[in-house]
């Protein structure tokens, strides 16, 4: 059994395992239909790459709501919910934030396609932790899942950015992430451009080694 198949039917075992001997191989055969069978999640999941280029039409506010909705039911320790999100459409932001970073960094906007610092998207949302909690970089990182899933099977495209999120808890941006109005104990963590995709990368190639089932 290729892993694929093996992982698939790892997945279906508890369909079947707990209903005793009877009709078993029967049970696993449907149960290994049910994982082989189209399916949305898997589908979403599977297709959804990095999307570096974005046409300039920001993402309609309705959407954002649900997309950011399905990122607070993400798992979390204790339920505790160690994030703060700020979304920003706002040209004026987006663009006032940028003119800073180029003065910044020159040699990073030689691009004569660069238009912002977000990778041109036109939706920007910002991903704030609670400093005193453990869990909450993996729990952000749940969170941020969900909602790039979510988009996604929307038709839009995301990218988690590290590099503007460094940049706005410089000095140079202090006045804008100050306008995020992060509450007390909280620190940007990073950002994740949203907006409809201008280009379709190709998937890049998955290590299926480094994954192992333990008997």
């Known amino acids: 059994m290729t892993f694929p198949l093996k992982l ?15 009709g078993k191989t029967e049970a696993v055969a449907d149960s ?21 280029k974005y046409l300039p ?9 649900r997309i950011v909705e399905c990122g607070l039911y993400a798992p979390n320790a204790m339920n505790k919910q160690p994030w703060e999100v700020r979304i920003v459409d706002s040209p004026e932001f987006i663009n006032g934030v ?17 238009k912002n610092m977000f990778r041109n998207a ?3 949302v910002f ?29 839009i495209g995301s990218c988690c950015l590290g590099g503007p999120a460094h940049f ?5 941006a202090a006045d804008y992430l100050r306008r995020l109005a992060f509450s007390e104990g909280y620190e940007l963590l990073y950002c994740i451009a949203f907006g409809y995709p201008d280009e379709a990368p190709s ?10 089932f333990v008997e």
């Not at 589908?43 to 790459?49: A, G, N, S, W």
Request: charged share 20%; hydrophobic share 40%; with cysteine.
């Open 127 to 155: 991903v704030g932790r609670d400093t005193t909690s453990a869990t909450a970089a993996f729990d952000c990182g749940l969170l941020s899942e969900n909602m790039m899933l979510a988009a996604w099977s929307m038709g």
């Open 168 to 172: 706005m808890r410089s000095p140079e």
């Open 57 to 65: 039409q920001a993402v309609e506010r309705a959407k954002m709501e």
């Open 203 to 212: 998937a890049k190639p998955r290590d299926t080694s480094k994954v192992k």
């Open 32 to 52: 290994l239909k049910q994982c082989t069978a189209p399916n949305a999640v898997v589908e979403t999941i599977l297709t959804r790459r990095s999307v570096r």
């Open 98 to 114: 940028t003119e800073l970073f180029k003065q910044a960094n020159p040699q990073q906007v030689a691009d004569p396609g660069f």
């Open 122 to 124: 036109p939706t920007v």
């Open 8 to 22: 698939m039917a790892a997945l279906c075992l508890p369909l079947w395992a707990c209903g005793g001997n009877a």
